[in-house]
């Protein structure tokens, strides 16, 4: 596998949540969603396995998203982190997420209450994503920075693509 | 009685965005000019109390506790302007 080829689909139903401020799962129109608050920023934590198919580069993170009830030409921002547990590297008595990447000032869909939108976040090897090796298990925090967007009401995640960049 | 504090209004304000999403209900502006509604009826009301409460006449503006008022008033602004409007 190579660059530009998928390395792993995340959905709904993969969410560890947090203990606290975490996304809540939903439905809309049968389709599995997590539902992120306006007001506060909520999180979601999926644990994944680095696939053997990775080889070492870079990662961009695809979020599936909708807005259950914005309108306006407003916007949304979105937060995305690693934590590597791998091989004896991370006690996971305590959180070790790396610095979290962005994807802010993102106008939301406003033809229709229910389009997904697909925005993406970029990682380079390293530090950047918490240097995850391939076969490591990790963790990833996806998070909606409610306290800086604009978009009223839930967002709703839909699907997360990770791609090796 | 004062304008609500910040909190309070911060409080509304969530919970209003939250119950919109439940219903599947489109907002019309940011959660920026919705928080500013919010304020400014607050402060409407609390600059407009005394005038707003002269509107009910006489028992009813005394023998009605201040909080029954308040109730009556959301149900005839509920009734007026949201449900079925």
Do not use: C
């Not at chain 1, 006690?91 to 406003?110: E, L, M, Q, R």
Request: no cysteine; charged share 25%.
């Amino acid at each position: 596998m190579a660059t530009g080829d998928t390395l792993d689909t995340i959905f709904p139903e993969n969410n560890k949540p947090p203990a606290a401020n975490y996304a809540t799962q939903d439905t809309r129109n049968n389709h599995d969603v997590l539902d992120f608050d306006a007001a506060t920023n909520e999180s979601a934590v999926f644990k994944r396995i680095m696939p053997r198919a990775y080889a070492g580069g870079g990662l961009t993170v695809y979020i599936h998203y909708s807005m259950t009830s914005a309108s306006a030409a407003t916007d949304i921002d979105w937060d995305v982190a690693f934590e590597r547990i791998g091989d004896q590297q991370q006690d996971v008595g305590s959180d070790g997420f790396a610095t979290v990447n962005s994807v802010d000032n993102t106008t939301v869909p406003t033809g229709a209450s229910g389009l997904v939108d697909i925005v993406n976040v970029t990682f380079t090897d390293g530090a950047d994503m918490d240097s995850v090796a391939v076969g490591e298990s990790y963790r990833m925090k996806v998070t909606r920075d409610a306290v800086s967007d604009t978009a009223a009401g839930d967002a709703e995640l839909h699907a997360i693509e990770i791609k090796e960049t | 009685m004062a304008v609500l504090t910040d909190q309070a209004r911060q409080d509304e304000w969530a919970e209003f965005m939250r119950w919109a999403s439940s219903r599947g209900e489109v907002i019309g502006g940011s959660k920026q000019v919705v928080r500013q509604v919010f304020d400014d009826l607050d402060d409407g009301f609390n600059t407009n109390a005394a005038t707003i409460n002269a509107w009910i006449s006489l028992p009813g503006r005394t023998q009605i506790s201040t909080a029954h008022k308040a109730y009556i008033a959301a149900r005839v602004l509920l009734r007026r302007y949201a449900d079925g409007a």
